[in-house]
């Protein structure tokens, strides 16, 4: 099978080779990265607290889930409620 | 080049110094823009782009720990921005001969025929051609078989720079190599005069 993409390739290569120029920096290119780069850093202040409210966010997810495992724990420890026993009491009383 | 990159200087970079930063892009400028212009998408100036990579080599600064040449992780960056803007365009689902400009048909004719390039026109008239058919790959793989064939690089350099494994570089270059055969083919058989 012939192989044209090499071919083509080979060709190719020479073409870049004639057409590549020892790169200049154009004038002002310098300043104007330097401007982008402040107004980058100053537009966007929530990639600076990125970091820290990673962990933040865990260690919330952790409290709340410790805080719903503590609230079940602690229904299924308490004991009957006094009060409603008593008003259960009173109603059957006042049915019969 | 390598020399002007030592500890205190990259220091100086990451205290915002502007002296040392402008000496940066200014030392920088012709390794970013040769990789910039050589996986350039569609209708991007390539200043431009070259901006933006820059705006990034400072943006990662903190996370450069001299494991590398500093030169081949700006290398690293400058092609994982080409390639991040490469992938915002669309691949061509597949050329044409209609599509081809008489520059680039000829150059084509030529590869077909297997006859050689004559003048200096032709050889960028072939790698316009190279540019137009390597738009129909994905753009990983474009980006791949543009540093192996046309940069001729070495699948070690290709890895390290796109951050894939060799044996991946190699089975993608393969593959894309294999369908930038059949579209030649294609265009071959249902185009040509």
Same mark, same amino acid.
């Given at each position: 099978?012939?192989?044209?993409?090499?071919?083509?390739?080979?060709?190719?290569?020479?073409?870049?080779?004639?057409?590549?120029?020892?790169p200049e920096?154009?004038?002002?290119?310098?300043?104007?990265?330097?401007?982008?780069?402040?107004?980058?850093?100053?537009?966007?202040?929530?990639?600076?607290?990125?970091?820290? &409210?990673?962990?933040? &966010?865990?260690?919330?997810?952790?409290?709340?889930? &410790?805080?719903?495992?503590?609230?079940?724990?602690?229904?299924?420890?308490?004991?009957?409620?006094?009060?409603?026993?008593?008003?259960? &009491?009173?109603?059957?009383?006042?049915?019969? | %080049?390598?020399?002007?990159?030592?500890?205190?200087?990259?220091?100086?970079? $990451?205290?915002?110094?502007?002296? /040392?930063?402008?000496?940066?892009?200014?030392? +920088?400028?012709?390794?970013?823009?040769?990789?910039?212009?050589? !996986?350039?998408?569609?209708? %991007?100036?390539?200043?431009?782009?070259?901006?933006?990579?820059?705006?990034?080599?400072?943006?990662?600064?903190?996370?450069? !720990?001299?494991? /590398?040449?500093?030169? !081949?992780?700006?290398?690293?960056?400058? =092609?994982?921005?080409? +390639?991040?803007?490469?992938?915002?365009?669309?691949? $061509?689902?597949? +050329?044409?001969? @209609?599509?081809?400009?008489?520059?680039?048909a000829q150059?084509?004719?030529?590869?077909?025929?297997?006859?050689? @390039?004559?003048?200096?026109?032709?050889?960028?008239?072939?790698?316009? #051609? @190279?540019?137009? +058919?390597?738009?129909?790959? *994905? /753009?990983?793989?474009? #980006?791949? #078989?543009?540093l192996l064939?046309?940069?001729?690089?070495?699948?070690?350099? =290709?890895?390290? %720079?796109?951050?894939? *494994?060799?044996?991946?570089?190699?089975?993608?270059?393969?593959? @894309?190599? $294999?369908?930038?055969?059949?579209? %030649?083919?294609?265009?071959?058989?249902?185009?040509?005069?």
């Open positions: 099978m012939k192989d044209r993409w090499s071919e083509l390739a080979r060709l190719a290569r020479a073409g870049r080779k004639a057409s590549e120029q020892v920096m154009p004038f002002g290119f310098a300043d104007s990265v330097m401007r982008r780069w402040a107004l980058a850093g100053r537009e966007s202040p929530v990639e600076a607290w990125v970091p820290l &409210l990673r962990p933040a &966010l865990g260690l919330a997810f952790a409290t709340a889930f &410790l805080c719903v495992l503590l609230q079940v724990r602690t229904q299924s420890e308490t004991p009957p409620n006094l009060l409603v026993e008593t008003e259960n &009491l009173i109603r059957l009383a006042v049915l019969e | %080049m390598a020399e002007i990159f030592d500890k205190a200087w990259l220091q100086r970079v $990451r205290e915002n110094d502007p002296e /040392a930063s402008q000496e940066l892009i200014s030392e +920088l400028f012709p390794l970013v823009i040769k990789i910039v212009r050589g !996986h350039l998408p569609r209708r %991007m100036d390539p200043e431009d782009l070259a901006q933006i990579v820059f705006i990034k080599i400072f943006q990662k600064i903190e996370q450069y !720990h001299g494991d /590398a040449p500093f030169p !081949h992780w700006v290398s690293r960056i400058a =092609v994982n921005t080409c +390639l991040n803007e490469l992938r915002s365009e669309k691949a $061509r689902p597949e +050329l044409r001969w @209609a599509d081809l400009g008489e520059e680039q150059a084509l004719e030529r590869v077909l025929d297997r006859s050689s @390039a004559a003048s200096i026109d032709q050889d960028v008239a072939t790698r316009d #051609l @190279a540019d137009r +058919l390597l738009e129909t790959l *994905p /753009a990983r793989d474009r #980006l791949i #078989l543009t064939d046309l940069e001729e690089r070495s699948v070690a350099d =290709v890895a390290e %720079m796109t951050g894939s *494994p060799e044996p991946v570089v190699k089975v993608r270059a393969f593959r @894309a190599r $294999r369908k930038l055969r059949k579209e %030649m083919e294609r265009l071959e058989r249902t185009g040509r005069k």
